[in-house]
C-alpha cells in the first residue's frame, strides 16, 4: 500500500492543525476517562432515541463547525487582505474556500436548522415523539460521520479543492488528482443520505402526529416552514446522490460521465449538482422564515399578519425554487431562450418573497415590541436580507450577470442572504428557544453585545465586496497585485471579518456565562409565548407533554392563557416511550470507515464495511424491543418536581 | 401497543400506518432518484464515442425473461400479500419464497448480461452512453439484491413469529417496494431496451 497518498506535504499550518487534533483528542479521552464519564456519554447521549438531545446534538455539532468553517474565512480575509500576500499558497486557498463553502452550508447552516427542528418541532405539534425514533438516530449519526469524514481530511489526503460546487472537468481525476473530490463525494453522500431521512421522518410526524385539533391551517409558521423545507428534502436529494454517485464513479471507477472525451459531458454536473443546490438554499432559508415569524410575532404580542399568504408564498417558494438552477451558469453557453426562462423563474422568487417581508412589517406595525435578543436579529435580518434580495435580482438578469458572474459581487450577494437568512435565524432560534431546552436563558446584555458587533462588522465585511465586484475582483483570487487598486477594500474587509470573530467569541462567552449565573426559569414559559412549546414545562421532560393538548386555535398556548381555554384534558396515564440503542451510532462508525476506505480505494476494507452495514440493518429490523412504559405515578412525579412543588 | 381491529393487520396500530406513510414517502424520494438516473441516460445515449451503440448490444431473449420473471414476481408478492391477509402463514411464506427466488433469477441473468457486455468490450469506461446504461441498470439490480436481502430477513421474522401487527407491516411494506421496482423496470424495458433496439 502506498502510504504517501495519506500525508499533507509541506503545509506548517496544517502540521499545526493536526497535532492539535491529536492533542485535543487525547485530552477528551484522558478527561472521560478521568471523571469515569463514559458510560454516561454513551447511555445519555450516544444511543439515545430522545428528539429533544438529538437535536442537542446537532446544534452542538452545527456550532463547532460554524468555527471550524470560521477559520476557514478568517484565512481567507487575511490572506486577501493586502496585495501579494504570502499567507497561504494558491492549492492551500483553493482547499479552503471550498471546505468553507461546503462546511457552511452542509455542516453547519442545515444541522442547525434540523438540531432546531428535531427540538422544536414535536413540541410545537404537540406531539411525544418524532415518528421514528431510531431512524432520527440514524440520521444524526450519518450526518456526523459524513462531517467528520469531510474534516479528517485536510490532515489526512488532502481537501477536495475545485470549489464547494466542485465543477467538472476541473472536479476529475486528471485536474484533481489528490483524493480531496473522493472525499467531497462520501463525506456528502453519507451525510445526504441522512439528510434524506430526516426529511421522510419528519414529514410523517407533522403529517400525522400533530395533536388532536390541530388542523394544517393552525399549524405554528415555524412547523410549516419545515414540512415545506422537508418536501423539497425529498425531492432535491435524490439528485444529490445520483450526481455525487456519478462523481465517485468517474473518479474512482474511471467511468465517463463527465469527462471531456468518449461521450462524457462536463455541463452535466453543473445542471445536476444546482438541481440539487439552488433547492437547498431554500433548504436552509425557509425554517430562517419560520423561525423569524415565531419570534416576530411573539416579541410584538400580535398574531403574525397575512397567515395564509405566508403558507402560499412558500409553497411558491418552494416550487420555484426548482425551476431556477441554470441562473448558476448563464455564461457558460446555454442560449438565450435558456437564460431568459431562468432569468424570468429566478426574478418570480422575489414576489412571495416580498410578500413574506411586508407581512413581517405588517405584524411589527402597532405592535408592543420588546427588543430582546433574538428579536435584534430578527429585525436586523430584514434590511440586510433585502439588500440580498435586490442584488440577486441584479444577478437574475441573464445579460447583466456577465459582468457580476464570478466576481466578488457574487460572493457579497450570497453572504448577504445566507448570513441574515440563516446563520442569524439560527443564532435567534438559539437564543429563543435555549431557555426550553436547558430551563434557563441566556444573557440578554452579552446577547446585544454580541449582537452588535455581528450585525455591524457583517456589513463592514461584505458591503466592500459588492464594490470589489464591480471593480472586476474575481471570485476565489487567492492573491492580486497593487496595481488592481483591489487592496483598500480588502483590507476594510477583513477589518469587518475581526469584527465578526470578536461577535461570535462573545455568543460563545455567553454560552459560558449563562450556565454558570442565570437563574432558573421556573413556569416554562420565559417570553410569554404563543405556541405549544411553550405550554410544557423546562426543562423539557422526556415525553414532551404528560397530557397531549387539544388545540382549538392558532397559536393555541396564547389563546389559552388569554380565553383560559382548557389545552389539557383527562388523567395522566402511563407514557410510552421507546428505549435507548447503540445500533445508530455503530451503524454511523461503519459508514465512516466505509466511506473512508472508498477515498482511498482499498477495496476489501471497503467491502467488508460494506457488508457491515448490511448486518447492522438486518440486526435493526430483528430487534423487538417496542421500548417501555413510564407509570403515571412517575410522571405526576416528574411534572410536580419540574413545577418546583415539592413531592 | 393499541390494536385497530377494524383496519388490516399491517395497518392496526399508529406506529404501522405511520411505517406505511412513511415508506410512501421514501418511495416518493425515489422517483426523483430514478428520474435523474433516466433523464442522465437520456443525456448519454447518443454519446457512444468509439463504443458500441444499444442496438449493436442489446438482445431481446434475456430482457424478456427479465420482465417476465420481475413481472411474474411483483403478481406473486401480491399473492403474499393476500395470503397474509387470510392468516394462511404457509401460503404466505411459499409465496414469499416465490418471489424471492425469481428476483435471484433477474439478477442471475442481469449479471450474465453485465459480463457479455464487458466480454464484448463494452465496459463503464468505455463511453457516456455505456457508463449511464451501467449505472441505470446497475442501481435497478442493486435495489433488486438488496431487496433480495431484505426479504429473506423479513422471512425469517415470519417464521419464527407468524403473522403479527410487526411482521404483517414489514411484509406489506417489502411489497410495496417490489412493485415499484417492477415500475421501475418497465420504463428500463420500454425506454432502454425496445426504444434502444429500434
Ligand atoms: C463568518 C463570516 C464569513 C466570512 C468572513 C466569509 C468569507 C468568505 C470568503 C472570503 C469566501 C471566498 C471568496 C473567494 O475566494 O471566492 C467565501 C466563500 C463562500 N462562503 Fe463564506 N464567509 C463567511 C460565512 C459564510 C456562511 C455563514 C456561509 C453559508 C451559510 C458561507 C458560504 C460561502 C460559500 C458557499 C462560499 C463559496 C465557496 C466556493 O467558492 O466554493 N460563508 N466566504
Ligand atoms: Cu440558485
Known amino acids: 500500500m502506498d502510504l504517501e497518498r495519506f500525508k499533507v506535504h509541506g503545509e506548517p499550518l496544517i502540521y499545526g492543525a493536526m497535532i492539535s487534533i491529536a492533542l485535543a483528542t487525547i485530552g477528551i479521552i484522558i478527561g472521560l476517562t478521568y471523571f469515569k464519564k463514559w458510560g454516561y456519554l454513551w447511555r445519555e447521549w450516544l444511543t439515545t432515541v430522545d428528539h429533544k438531545r438529538i437535536g442537542v446534538m446537532y446544534i452542538l455539532a452545527a456550532l463547532l463547525m460554524l468555527f471550524r468553517g470560521g477559520i476557514d474565512a478568517m484565512m481567507m480575509r487575511l490572506q486577501t487582505a493586502a496585495p501579494e500576500l504570502k499567507f497561504l499558497d494558491a492549492q492551500h486557498y483553493n482547499e479552503v474556500f471550498t471546505t468553507h463553502g461546503l462546511i457552511m452550508i452542509l455542516f453547519m447552516a442545515m444541522p442547525f436548522i434540523i438540531g432546531l427542528m428535531n427540538v422544536i418541532i414535536p413540541l410545537q405539534i404537540g406531539a411525544r415523539d418524532v415518528a421514528f425514533p431510531r431512524l432520527n438516530a440514524v440520521s444524526f449519526w450519518l450526518f456526523f460521520f459524513g462531517a467528520m469524514l469531510l474534516n479528517i481530511s485536510f490532515v489526512i489526503g488532502g481537501s477536495p479543492d475545485a470549489g464547494w460546487s466542485a465543477y467538472f472537468p476541473l472536479a476529475s481525476l486528471e485536474f484533481s488528482p489528490t483524493v480531496g473530490n473522493n472525499y467531497y463525494s462520501l463525506a456528502l453522500q453519507i451525510s445526504g443520505i441522512g439528510t434524506l431521512i430526516t426529511g421522510v421522518n419528519f414529514i410523517v410526524t407533522i403529517l400525522k402526529m400533530r395533536a388532536p385539533g390541530m388542523t394544517l391551517m393552525k399549524m405554528p409558521m415555524f412547523t410549516w416552514s419545515v414540512l415545506i423545507t422537508n418536501i423539497i428534502i425529498v425531492f432535491a436529494f435524490p439528485v444529490l446522490t445520483v450526481a455525487l454517485a456519478l462523481m465517485m464513479f468517474d473518479r474512482l471507477f474511471g467511468s465517463q460521465f463527465f469527462t471531456m472525451a468518449n461521450g462524457g459531458m462536463d455541463m452535466l454536473w453543473a445542471n445536476l449538482f444546482w438541481v440539487w443546490g439552488h433547492p437547498e438554499v431554500y433548504i436552509v432559508i425557509l425554517p430562517a422564515f419560520g423561525i423569524y415569524s415565531e419570534i416576530i410575532a411573539t416579541f410584538s404580542k400580535k398574531n403574525l399578519y397575512g397567515y395564509t399568504s405566508m403558507v402560499f408564498s412558500m409553497l411558491i417558494i418552494s416550487v420555484l425554487s426548482f425551476l431556477v438552477w441554470a441562473h448558476h451558469f448563464y455564461t457558460m453557453g446555454q442560449g438565450a431562450m435558456v437564460n431568459s426562462f431562468f432569468s424570468i423563474t429566478t426574478m418570480a422568487i422575489a414576489v412571495p418573497t416580498g410578500v413574506k417581508i411586508f407581512n413581517w412589517l405588517f405584524t411589527l406595525r402597532k405592535g408592543r415590541i420588546t427588543f430582546t435578543t433574538p428579536m435584534l436579529y430578527t429585525l436586523a435580518f430584514i434590511p440586510i436580507f433585502t439588500i440580498g434580495g435586490v442584488t440577486g435580482v441584479m444577478l437574475a438578469m441573464a445579460s447583466a450577470d456577465y459582468q457580476y458572474h464570478n466576481t466578488m459581487f457574487l460572493v457579497a450577494h450570497f453572504h448577504y442572504v445566507l448570513i441574515p437568512g440563516a446563520v442569524f435565524a439560527v443564532i435567534a432560534g438559539f437564543h429563543y428557544w435555549f431557555p426550553k431546552v436547558f430551563g434557563f436563558r441566556l444573557n440578554d446584555r452579552l446577547g446585544r453585545h454580541a449582537f452588535w458587533w455581528i450585525a455591524i462588522s457583517f456589513n463592514v465585511t461584505f458591503f466592500p465586496l459588492f464594490f470589489l465586484g464591480l471593480m472586476g475582483m474575481t471570485r476565489r483570487t487567492y492573491t492580486y497585485s497593487a496595481e488592481t487598486g483591489y487592496g483598500p477594500l480588502n483590507m476594510l474587509s477583513f477589518a469587518g471579518a475581526v469584527g465578526l470573530s470578536i461577535g461570535f467569541l462573545i455568543l460563545v462567552y455567553n454560552i459560558y456565562w449563562s450556565t454558570r449565573y442565570m437563574p432558573k426559569d421556573t413556569n416554562g414559559d420565559p417570553w410569554d409565548g404563543r405556541t405549544l412549546e411553550w405550554a410544557t414545562n423546562s426543562p423539557i421532560p422526556a415525553y414532551n407533554f404528560a397530557i397531549v393538548p387539544k388545540v382549538e386555535t392558532r397559536d393555541a398556548f396564547w389563546s389559552a392563557k388569554q380565553d383560559n381555554i382548557p389545552l389539557y384534558e383527562g388523567n395522566i396515564t402511563k407514557i410510552h416511550m421507546p428505549s435507548n440503542t447503540g445500533k445508530p451510532f455503530i451503524l454511523g462508525v461503519i459508514f465512516f470507515v466505509f466511506g473512508f476506505s472508498l477515498v482511498f480505494s482499498l477495496w476489501i476494507p471497503a467491502i467488508l464495511s460494506g457488508i457491515g452495514i448490511l448486518i447492522v440493518l438486518a440486526t435493526m429490523s430483528f430487534d423487538r424491543d417496542h421500548g417501555f412504559y413510564i407509570p403515571a405515578e412517575e410522571v405526576i412525579a416528574t411534572e410536580k418536581k419540574l413545577r418546583g412543588e415539592t413531592v | ?198
Not at chain 2, 143 to 170: D, Y
Request: net charge negative.
Open chain 2, 1 to 198: 401497543m393499541k390494536i385497530d381491529a377494524s383496519k388490516p393487520l399491517e395497518y392496526s396500530t399508529e406506529e404501522n400506518s405511520n411505517k406505511i406513510f412513511g415508506f410512501w414517502v421514501f418511495l416518493g424520494a425515489e422517483i426523483p432518484l430514478f428520474a435523474t438516473l433516466f433523464t442522465v441516460y437520456f443525456v448519454m445515449v447518443n454519446r457512444f464515442a468509439s463504443g458500441p451503440s444499444g442496438s449493436e448490444l442489446f438482445e431481446i431473449g434475456p430482457v424478456l425473461i427479465e420482465t417476465f420473471l420481475l413481472l411474474s414476481s411483483s403478481f406473486t408478492i401480491g399473492l403474499a400479500v393476500h395470503a397474509m391477509r387470510l392468516g394462511h402463514k404457509k401460503a404466505m411464506m411459499v409465496f414469499m419464497a416465490i418471489t424471492l427466488l425469481m428476483g435471484l433469477a433477474f439478477i442471475g441473468i442481469e449479471i450474465d448480461e453485465f459480463f457479455t457486455y464487458v466480454h464484448e468490450g463494452a465496459t463503464l469506461q468505455t463511453s457516456g452512453f455505456l457508463s449511464s446504461l451501467f449505472v441505470l441498470l446497475g442501481t435497478h439490480g442493486a435495489h433488486v439484491s438488496f431487496g433480495f436481502l431484505w426479504g429473506v430477513v423479513i422471512m425469517i421474522q415470519l417464521w419464527r413469529q407468524g403473522i403479527t401487527p410487526a411482521t404483517a407491516n414489514k411484509a406489506f411494506i417489502f411489497s410495496l417496494f417490489w412493485h415499484f421496482l417492477d415500475v421501475v423496470w418497465i420504463f428500463i424495458f420500454s425506454f432502454v431496451y425496445l426504444k434502444g433496439l429500434m
